[in-house]
């Protein structure tokens, strides 16, 4: 039977079923692996299943290049954590589990919107300080969703999955940038030509593209200055996509409205810059924190797992 080193507590009924098929060790530490473990990890398993924060980088493979493990079974959709080339490079495989965090994901992408849009964090932290003094006709006025429109910056699975509660839910127009042409987003949508096009013409902003090194920095200030001074950013795919520094500078001048975050550049620090804010909502990464999504994530990984141990195609290869 070969050896599974789980680096995260999973639900319970993911950790039985791994259990079934492979000798597990679970490492149960809510916190990423440190480089030491991460070193342990590629020399003391035959599989690794790790997720956000695991840092199986370039430098990891340099020090074990030749590693035991040879699977990188990762717990999420996003894989930037993890240096594709460099594992391949040293024979490990690396699957992701997408399909099962569409739909939440793209949840939170919409609570974010309607929390930045009508203010609803400020609102509630003005309740819970003991300052509201009552209703009145101007109070705390913010975006009405309906009928706006709603910039999709990657339309992939979630991209599609938010334009669909945008379109149908708040009679949104939706516009999107792709690297690639898309051919059907599922609901009347125009592709926009460049970024700036997009983030000019919404009236909320969405990010949903992977994080990877091509993707670093892709909001800049250069972006945030095309938006509206009404619009809003939204980001639900990882934080180093949006220049934080540049965030903070747009949303402190109020060249932008507002911004939803559940993700942030070097998670788990938010700077206090951003905490200090009002006109941002920030929550702690709860993109897929539903108990069914994370055991489908989970089934996923092992499903991905079992498949390379019996010598089958892996059903989510990277």
């Given at each position: 039977m070969q050896?599974?080193?789980?680096?995260?507590?999973?639900?319970?009924?993911v950790l039985a079923r791994a259990a079934e098929h492979?000798?597990?060790?679970?490492?149960?530490?809510?916190?990423?692996?440190?480089?030491?473990?991460?070193?342990?990890?590629?020399?003391?398993?035959?599989?690794?299943?790790?997720?956000?924060?695991?840092?199986?980088?370039?430098?990891?493979?340099?020090?074990?290049?030749?590693?035991?493990?040879?699977?990188?079974?990762?717990f999420g959709v996003g894989y930037n954590h993890i240096d594709v080339a460099a594992a391949k490079a040293a024979g490990v495989a690396v699957t992701n589990t997408p399909g099962a965090v569409t739909d939440a994901?793209?949840?939170?992408?919409?609570?974010?919107?309607?929390?930045?849009?009508?203010r609803a964090g400020e609102g509630e932290r003005l309740v819970r300080s003991g300052a509201w003094r009552g209703w009145h006709p101007t109070q705390m006025l913010g975006l009405?969703?309906?009928?706006?429109?709603?910039?999709?910056?990657?339309?992939?699975?979630?991209?599609?999955?938010?334009?669909?509660r945008s379109h149908h839910g708040f009679g949104m127009a939706v516009v999107f940038f792709n690297r690639s042409p898309v051919e059907d987003a599922g609901v009347p949508a125009r592709q926009l030509g460049s970024l700036t096009e997009v983030m000019a013409a919404a009236d909320v902003v969405v990010v949903a593209v992977p994080?990877?090194?091509?993707?670093?920095?892709?909001?800049?200030a250069n972006a945030l200055a095309a938006m509206k001074p009404t619009g809003h950013l939204i980001n639900i795919a990882r934080g180093d996509i949006v220049d934080e520094a540049a965030l903070?500078?747009?949303?402190?001048a109020r060249q932008i409205?507002?911004?939803?975050?559940?993700?942030?550049?070097?998670?788990?620090?938010?700077?206090?810059?951003?905490?200090?804010?009002?006109?941002?909502?920030?929550?702690?990464?709860l993109g897929t924190a539903a108990l069914e999504v994370r055991e489908a994530m989970g089934m996923m990984a092992v499903d991905n797992l079992i498949a390379f141990v019996e010598g089958r195609s892996l059903p989510n290869a990277v």
């Open positions: 050896t599974l080193l789980i680096t995260r507590h999973l639900p319970d009924t492979f000798a597990v060790t679970l490492r149960d530490d809510t916190q990423p692996l440190t480089p030491e473990e991460i070193t342990a990890a590629l020399r003391g398993y035959d599989l690794v299943l790790p997720t956000l924060g695991d840092m199986f980088n370039a430098a990891a493979f340099a020090t074990v290049p030749q590693p035991r493990c040879k699977l990188l079974a990762n994901t793209a949840d939170i992408a919409l609570t974010l919107m309607l929390m930045s849009a009508r009405h969703l309906t009928g706006k429109t709603v910039g999709i910056v990657g339309m992939g699975r979630i991209g599609k999955a938010i334009a669909r994080g990877a090194p091509a993707t670093r920095h892709l909001i800049d903070i500078a747009a949303l402190t409205a507002g911004a939803g975050l559940d993700v942030y550049e070097l998670e788990p620090k938010v700077p206090e810059a951003l905490r200090a804010l009002e006109n941002v909502v920030l929550l702690p990464h």
